[in-house]
């Protein structure tokens, strides 16, 4: 009897733990199922979002290609802030016929022509806002000339620094896909080139500058139609007043009282110069590579003086074409090379100039 009840008891213990196993096994399996499915909604909550699907990568927006910009016509988008960048313009100008005042075309009296190096250092200043100047070397040579001077010089050359820039340009309006650049400029050129007591016996190459303070403001534009990228200029430039001496053949008497011209007099001559206005334009057009071509249409027209006394001297105006070729060589340096045709004026000299422009960033 003894031991029914030993084996009844060790039949209980091994069911009752078999049966906790199971119970436990059971309860774990759903625990997991819990953690792993997901939960009721139940009515009044929020349910998360299914994560979406990822999406198609959207096609990157087009840019305005870089480009070495005109040679003449000034760009419209300043440097950065901090850059600063060197650009060279070298230009041979050969005279090929004088501009009268009825723009006509007539002979340039001589074999005349000007090599100018012009140096342009610009500085990025603040957001927006650049400055540049440009410091101009020139040499004249005049030759074969009609009308020698007074010791019978038919043949002369001068050379030296000509008038200095100063030009602060602020950006008004970023180019939208409507609107374009908008830039507010404002420049002096200061009377550094010789202009004061010219030497007759030089035949007027000893002649470098303007001789006045020049102040200019106005607008730069720009704006990219694909493929082309335009630009604008529209400046007014008022000048200072400025003297020169004009030698003026002496009036004396000869043998039998009569008036002869003798030795030169020098006289002060109170020069009044014009206000004028200048309206450039220019496109470019991006080829093969790193290649861009470009056309420029510059012109300059005289005008009356809007301050101070009335103007006397004659007023000019000045209408050039230039194509040119681009080659952006790295995202530092690039150069361009372009031919100025002057097409009509008056009051002026028409030549025509090959140009070579590099531009170095830093």
């Not at 399996?29 to 009721?40: G, I, L, N, Q, Y």
């Not at 007043?241 to 020098?266: H, S």
Request: charged share 20%; net charge negative; with cysteine.
């Amino acid at each position: 009897m003894r031991s029914a009840r030993i084996w009844l008891f060790w039949l209980s213990l091994f069911c009752s733990c078999w049966l906790a196993a199971g119970w436990v096994s059971s309860a774990g399996a759903v625990d997991d199922k819990e953690k792993t499915s997901p939960p009721a909604v139940v009515e009044g909550e929020i349910q998360l979002e299914k994560p979406k699907e990822p999406c198609e990568p959207k096609a990157e927006e087009e840019v305005c290609p870089t480009t070495f910009g005109p040679i003449i016509t000034d760009t419209a988008i300043p440097i950065e802030k901090g850059k600063f960048a060197i650009q060279p313009t070298f230009g041979m100008s050969f005279i090929n016929n004088a501009l009268t005042q009825s723009w006509r075309r007539a002979s340039a009296g001589g074999n005349f022509k000007t090599y100018s190096m012009d140096w342009k250092f610009t500085y990025g200043l603040w957001n927006n806002l650049e400055v540049f100047v440009v410091v101009p070397y020139v040499h004249n040579w005049a030759g074969s000339v009609k009308e020698p001077g007074p010791n019978g010089e038919r043949f002369a050359n001068f050379g030296g620094l000509s008038d200095i820039n100063l030009t602060l340009k602020y950006r008004l309006v970023e180019e939208t896909e409507v609107r374009p650049t908008v830039t507010a400029l404002f420049a002096t050129d200061f009377p550094t080139g010789h202009f004061r007591h010219l030497n007759p016996g030089r035949l007027g190459t000893d002649q470098l500058g303007g001789g006045a303070y020049a102040f200019t403001t106005g607008l730069n534009l720009s704006k990219w139609v694909k493929p082309f990228i335009f630009y604008a200029n529209c400046w007014y430039t008022m000048q200072t007043a400025y003297n020169t001496r004009e030698d003026r053949p002496g009036l004396v008497l000869d043998e039998n009282g009569n008036l002869v011209e003798g030795d030169p007099v020098a006289t002060q001559v109170r020069n009044y110069p014009r206000d004028f206005v200048t309206l450039n334009l220019a496109a470019e057009y991006p080829l093969i590579g790193k290649w861009v071509a470009l056309l420029e249409l510059t012109s300059f027209w005289d005008g009356g003086r809007m301050f101070g006394h009335k103007a006397n001297l004659p007023p000019g105006a000045l209408i050039s074409v230039s194509p040119g070729i681009e080659y952006m060589a790295t995202d530092k340096f690039s150069l361009a090379l372009g031919l100025n045709i002057d097409l009509a004026g008056k009051n002026t000299d028409a030549a025509l100039t090959p140009l070579l422009s590099m531009v170095y960033a830093f």
